[in-house]
């Protein structure tokens, strides 16, 4: 069935009209004081999101310090960038690992250590992470962020894209928001991965990874920030409302991720890098590299229970 026009349009709200005048962009909340990096050069990229650094070399063990000024980076910028990285899987693992401990995905193919995971898109082969998501939002714990490194990068095509979710929950109307405080969404592993995944391997771990529940608006740990957390790889349904309710106002929520103010777009290079924190994002791997080979690893950090 073709669905109504009126689905398929961008909105102010779920039921009608189009977002005109200024966005409020604000990188962060008003508690934070912005101040200079002393360890590193931050050159931004974008109004809200994503930032590379110059003056880190990610094959060294981080000092404390140069880990806080990271962090507080990542936690300004959402994602940040390194180039000039010829670093190996090892080197990446340490360096997500002084965020925290490495979470272990069933469902993608592993690298070298059972904590990496491999994109592998051979000439021929497209991509199928050309979709909204952030990561592994079916676990109770989802994680806290990501560190990806291109091993083969093709001639031409195969960026990445991320949105800042905190942006766009406050550029949600007021209405909108007061709707959907308190709202709580479920979260299944299968519609996203069902696509390119055996089925005899997703029925495998459907005790493992039961759906689970997660707050729509979700308030990050570290920046207090209230962020929008349902996307359309692994939310199902907002529980409480009836299918229909529930499948129109997933669909415009999800469609917040689309907006360019919220939006950095990088464009790989041979050992380029990019760390993002998952509790504040959603991402989209651009599938334009089509019949170029493209292969990346990505290391996850264990997160924590959204509240």
Not at 118 to 133: D, L, Q, V, Y
Request: proline content about 9%.
């Amino acid at each position: 069935m073709t669905p109504h026009l009126s689905a398929l349009r961008p909105a102010t709200t779920p039921d009608d009209g189009i977002l005109e005048g200024p966005r409020l962009l604000r990188r962060l909340p008003e508690t934070i004081e912005e101040r200079p990096y002393e360890l590193f050069t931050l050159r931004p990229l974008g109004r809200v999101i994503g930032a590379e650094i110059t003056g880190v070399d990610l094959a060294d063990p981080l000092s404390p310090r140069m880990r806080a000024e990271l962090n507080r980076a990542l936690l300004e910028w959402k994602v940040l960038f390194f180039r000039e990285q010829a670093i190996t899987s090892a080197q990446q693992r340490a360096f997500a690992a002084h965020w925290g401990e490495l979470e272990v995905n069933p469902f993608i193919p592993q690298g070298e250590a059972a904590e990496v995971t491999r994109f592998e898109r051979g000439a021929g082969m497209p991509g199928m992470e050309n979709i909204w998501h952030t990561d592994v939002t079916f676990r109770p714990e989802p994680a806290l962020g990501s560190v990806l490194r291109l091993i083969t990068v093709p001639p031409l095509g195969g960026d990445t894209m991320w949105a800042d979710m905190a942006a766009a929950y406050d550029n949600l109307p007021a209405e909108v928001q007061r709707r959907i405080e308190g709202l709580r969404a479920v979260h299944d592993y299968i519609p996203g991965f069902a696509r390119f995944t055996d089925p005899e391997l997703l029925l495998r771990h459907q005790e493992q990874f039961p759906p689970v529940e997660h707050p729509v608006v979700r308030r990050h740990p570290e920046t207090g920030r209230r962020t929008l957390f349902v996307n359309q790889a692994f939310t199902t349904h907002i529980t409480g409302l009836d299918r229909a309710e529930s499948d129109r106002l997933l669909r415009y929520l999800f469609t917040q991720a689309h907006t360019p103010e919220y939006q950095v777009r990088f464009q790989w290079r041979p050992n380029s890098v990019a760390f993002w924190d998952n509790r504040a994002t959603q991402h989209y791997a651009v599938n334009d590299y089509h019949p170029h080979a493209r292969i990346a690893e990505r290391v996850a950090i264990a997160g924590d229970r959204p509240y």
